[in-house]
Nanobody
Framework: HVQLVESGGGSVQTGGSLTLSCAAS????????IGWFRQAPGKEREGVAS????????YYADSMNDRFTISQDNAKNTVYLQMNSLKPEDTATYTC??????????????????WGQGTQVTVS
């Protein structure tokens, strides 16, 4: 059973930081690809970052690695997205997703088959 639960969203001022958490069931976490995506109102969903948990290997979409950091905590089956120097244009619903079986782990929507419900981030 694959379950992904996001938390940590909220409202923050420009320049602030937030850390999002994605708690994954064991089936989703172990030796799989977990990614973060975001979707702003009226815009398409875009990939932010992903991590292959079997090797702690990270991937970032273009322009996302200067302020965002993805990481994992194996003991908690959790993947984090640390977001710094937030800007109003970072306002979006952030969703984590899982791609089972490892392999290709680029943060592109087509790679991922399981999705969480999302958590809202508002920067003002």
């Amino acid at each position: 059973h694959v379950q992904l639960v996001e938390s940590g969203g909220g409202s923050v001022q420009t320049g602030g930081s937030l850390t999002l958490s994605c708690a994954a069931s064991g089936d989703a976490f172990n030796n799989n690809c977990i990614g973060w995506f975001r979707q702003a109102p009226g815009k398409e969903r875009e990939g932010v970052a992903s991590i292959y948990t079997g090797a702690n290997r990270t991937y970032y979409a273009d322009s996302m690695n200067d302020r965002f950091t993805i990481s994992q905590d194996n003991a908690k089956n959790t993947v984090y997205l640390q977001m710094n120097s937030l800007k109003p244009e970072d306002t979006a619903t952030y969703t984590c997703a899982a791609a089972l079986g490892g392999g290709y782990c680029w943060p592109a929507s087509r790679v991922f088959g399981f999705w969480g419900q999302g958590t809202q981030v508002t920067v003002s």
